[in-house]
Every structure is written in structure tokens, then in C-alpha cells.
């Protein structure tokens, strides 16, 4: 995506209107709700704007992070009708009978494997701490004389 588009989506979510400087950081959460918009942009024709009402909720759903790349069923759907996000483990009708599907955790694994990729092998990439073991737990009794 380019910096326009960014820039305008960063206007429609609240939350990463804080973020400036020459290379503000995201979480993957947070890179995770702009893979969400991108698909919904591309894919379905979305107006960006017309997810300010859930973009709260998109933020929320997509912070376990961890758990969706676990493989556990994180499936939510966005009812068009009221512009919620629903759960997918939820019995609630739709409104008006059109929700969108989103698949967290498969969109969650093809960022992980994307972020992976542009690292390539370079061993510095993945470069190793060069911390010395540590002791855990509570120090030592010392003996009284």
C-alpha cells in the first residue's frame, strides 16, 4: 500500500492517528487490521469510512493476536445491516441478512509468513542475544555464623 493510502486510513481509525515520524511502528495487531481493510477495500469494493463505525471492534477482535495464529477458530463476520462486528461463535441474527466473513487466523498466518519472508535468511535477521544465563527464583540463604 502506499503512503497516501495509509495516510487516509490512518484518519478513518482513531487509533493509529498518533502514530508519525519517519517510520512509526505497528504492532501485528495492528498490521492486522490494515490487512483486514485491504482485503475488504480490494476484494468487496468497501469505502474505508464505512468502517469507522467498527474500526473499535475490528481493533479489539484482531488484538489476540497470539491466539489466532494457534489455529483456534477466531472467525468474525462484520453485519453489513448495523455495521457491528459479530462473533463467529454467536447465535445472533443478522439485520438485514448480509454479514462478511473474516478469517483472522488464516489472514493472520499469511501476515506472519509475509513478515517472515521479507527477512530472508539473512542471519542478522534473526540474530541470537548475547545474554548470559540468569538465575531465576529467590537468591540464596546465607549461612549465620
Not at 101 to 129: F, K, N, V, W, Y
Request: one cysteine or more.
Amino acid at each position: 500500500m502506499n503512503e497516501q493510502t495509509l495516510r487516509y486510513w490512518k484518519r478513518t481509525y482513531s487509533a493509529l492517528a498518533g502514530r508519525r515520524g519517519y517510520g512509526p511502528c505497528y504492532t501485528f495487531s495492528e498490521v492486522l487490521v490494515l490487512l483486514v481493510t485491504k482485503r475488504l477495500v480490494e476484494q468487496l469494493g468497501v469505502d474505508v469510512s464505512k468502517l469507522e463505525p467498527i474500526a473499535v471492534a475490528l481493533f479489539e477482535a484482531c488484538k489476540s493476536s497470539v491466539l489466532l495464529l494457534s489455529g483456534a477458530d477466531h472467525t468474525v463476520y462484520v453485519d453489513v445491516a448495523c455495521m457491528a462486528i459479530v462473533p463467529g461463535n454467536s447465535s445472533e441474527k443478522s439485520a438485514g441478512g448480509v454479514r462478511i466473513e473474516l478469517s483472522l487466523p488464516d489472514l493472520a498466518r499469511e501476515l506472519r509468513a509475509r513478515i517472515l519472508d521479507s527477512l530472508g535468511d539473512d542471519e542478522a535477521a534473526q540474530m541470537s542475544l548475547a545474554l548470559g544465563p540468569t538465575a531465576i527464583g529467590s537468591p540464596p540463604k546465607q549461612k549465620q555464623a
